[in-house]
Structures are given as structure tokens and as C-alpha cells.
């Protein structure tokens, strides 16, 4: 009995002494080192994050690894197009997201081809980390250019792909103009099928819908109780006025309706947050509460190309979707 209450208090004092050495996670923007990156989208698999972004534009990109989603290490090649059977790109290889789906990771981007235009390609890996191999190119068999692909499998298990007709060549009333589409995918995840379902054009006036060029693009799915959030960004991704907006619908092809006060999340120049936009969403340490994960100028008093991550939390009230940002002082992550 004696034996027994000895070990009852050594387990006790160990779990004890366990809990005191969990300390509690603080962030603050922008995280991790990374910098002169774009489109950040974070897979959490097997409790460890993994980032992907615009990252190699010349050839391909990095994925970096973090197990509290804000320190992150210096990142690997996880994409690279000079291992492909089919050298079909150029170049502009942008906006890389990777989702789990029946023991393989999809990732979808978008590059240029040899005749100028973006095209979109699928790759897959048996890890998280690569090396991802394609499987489909030119996804969107039409003519135009396609970008910022969005994986969303919805709870019948039905997958659709989420995408941009980009303004590079698609021009309205003579101006080049940025469209988000989607259409549902094979089972396989490797082919669209269907038509085209038009979802989101500029017309708010946050997104200067009278401009020569105009943007709504970065479309990002979350489902809550039943209704479908389509996120998405609007300005050009070198302005600090790049922000994100929502639009709400009850089917996951719309018709889609715009929250009358978008943008959820702009720029905060006081405190040195400029363009933040093209957001994906993941789960905290808790895996339950939700963040958003988007990018803001590194230098936001020069805005450009070169930006680096920020995350803040992302919840629901009343129907609406918020974000409790863009934060620029310390945050407790949940």
C-alpha cells in the first residue's frame, strides 16, 4: 500500500510539474523570419503547421514547419519545377495551397506557360514537405488566365475548386478585370467538371470597381452552421489598400452576397500594417480556434512584391464573420 501511495504521488508531482512547464503561446506581427513571400496558406497536420507561399516565383516554392504556428523554421523546397516530367512553365509560380486528401497532399498553383498566359497545375506528394510532383496542367482548360486555386470539400464530401479568371487577359468594357469562379472537381481531386459558375466581380466601391484594372481575387471557403463564407481580396497586392472582404452564401456555388461592410481586414498605417490580404484560415493550438493567416507589406512605408505573414483570430457573431485585427501588439494564441 505504502509502494502504491509513493508512486500515486510521484505520477501526481510529475503531471503537476508537466503543467507548469506549459507555457502559454504569445504572437506578434508579423510572424516568423520570412520575409519577400506572398499568399501565405497553413496546413496543420499531425499537430505541426506547414506554410506554403509564394516563395520561389522562378521556380516553384518553400514550405516552412512550426509546431505553435508562430516560430518557424528556415524553410525547404517543397516544389520544384526542374524535377517535373513536363518543364511546362515559365515562371510566376504563385499562390501554392496543399490540403490532406486519402493519404496524399494536393497542391494546387498557378504558374505562366510558354505562350504567356497563367495556367493552373496540380501536384501531389506522399508528405507534407514534399517533394510534390504534377498531376493535372492547365486545370482550366479555357482561354484566359487562371490563379489563386482554392481547394473546399464540403461535409457530403463533395470537392470544388475555388479560382480567379485573371485580369491579365480578361478585359470588361475595356478594362482588366478579376473574376472569382468555381466549379465542383472529380472525387480524385485531379479534374474540374462542369461549367464555370461566375460567383464574385469588383463592385463594392472599396474595390475601385471603376479603376482600369481591378482585383477580386485570394478566394478562401469556411462553412459555419450551414452557410458558406467565401473570402476574397480586392486592390492590387502592392497597395496598402489590398484588404479582405467576405460575401455569404447558403450554396457552396452561390449566388453569393457581399458583406455590406467589407473590407474585415485592412490596413492600420499607424501602427505599420499596410495591404494585408490573401488569407487562408487554420486552426489554433486548441485545434478549434480559428485563425486567419494573410500578408502584409514588409516595408510598409514601400509597398511592393516583397511582404511577410501575419495571423490574427477569425470567429463568428451573429451571422458575421470577423477578424480581430490586423493586431500589431502582442496576442495570446489559443
Known amino acids: 500500500m505504502k509502494l502504491k501511495m509513493l508512486f500515486l504521488l510521484l505520477f501526481s508531482t510529475t503531471l503537476i510539474g508537466c503543467d507548469l512547464l506549459k507555457e502559454d503561446v504569445y504572437y506578434q506581427n508579423p510572424i516568423g523570419e520570412m520575409i519577400d513571400i506572398g499568399d501565405p496558406y497553413v496546413l496543420k497536420y499531425n499537430d505541426t503547421y506547414y506554410m506554403y507561399a509564394t516563395s520561389l516565383p522562378g521556380s516553384g516554392f518553400l514550405v516552412w514547419q512550426s509546431d505553435n504556428l508562430v516560430d518557424w523554421d528556415s524553410g525547404t523546397v517543397a516544389y520544384a519545377h526542374s524535377q517535373q516530367d513536363e518543364r511546362w512553365a515559365t515562371g510566376d509560380f504563385w499562390a501554392p495551397e496543399v490540403i490532406y486528401h486519402e493519404d496524399l497532399f494536393y497542391m494546387v498553383y498557378s504558374a505562366r506557360d510558354q505562350s504567356g ?5 496540380i501536384a501531389t506528394s506522399e508528405s507534407p514537405t514534399g517533394p510534390f510532383i504534377d498531376q493535372t496542367v492547365d486545370l482550366i482548360n479555357l482561354p ?27 478585359i ?11 466549379q465542383k472537381m472529380t472525387d480524385d481531386l485531379l479534374e474540374v467538371t462542369g461549367e464555370p459558375e461566375l460567383l464574385l466581380v469588383p463592385d463594392q466601391a472599396w474595390e475601385n470597381p471603376n479603376a482600369n484594372y481591378q482585383w477580386n481575387e485570394g478566394p478562401y471557403v469556411v462553412k459555419n452552421e450551414g452557410l458558406y463564407y467565401l473570402m476574397y481580396s480586392a486592390n ?11 460575401a455569404v452564401s447558403d450554396q457552396p456555388t ?12 485592412s490596413k492600420d498605417l499607424e501602427n505599420d500594417i499596410s495591404g494585408p490580404g490573401h488569407n487562408s484560415v487554420t486552426v489554433g493550438l486548441d485545434n478549434s480556434t480559428l485563425y486567419a493567416v494573410y500578408h502584409i507589406h514588409t516595408d ?14 477569425l470567429y463568428f457573431e451573429n451571422g458575421e464573420l470577423k477578424i480581430d485585427g490586423p493586431t500589431s501588439d502582442e496576442q495570446k494564441l489559443h
Do not use: C, Q, W
Not at 470588361?172 to 468555381?182: A, K, R, T
Not at 452561390?254 to 481586414?265: D, M, Q, S, T, V
Not at 510598409?300 to 483570430?313: K, M, Q, T
Open 300 to 313: 510598409p512605408h514601400n509597398p511592393s512584391g516583397n511582404r511577410r505573414p501575419a495571423i490574427d483570430r
Open 144 to 170: 484566359g488566365s487562371y490563379i489563386d486555386g482554392h481547394f473546399f470539400i464540403d461535409d457530403d464530401g463533395t470537392p470544388y475548386m475555388y479560382y480567379v479568371k485573371d485580369n491579365y487577359e480578361n
Open 236 to 246: 492590387v497586392y502592392s497597395s496598402p489598400d489590398y484588404a479582405i472582404g467576405y
Open 117 to 121: 498566359s497563367l495556367k493552373m497545375a
Open 172 to 182: 470588361v468594357d475595356g478594362n482588366n478585370v478579376s473574376h472569382i469562379y468555381v
Open 254 to 265: 452561390g449566388p453569393f452576397e457581399k458583406y455590406e461592410n467589407n473590407p474585415i481586414l
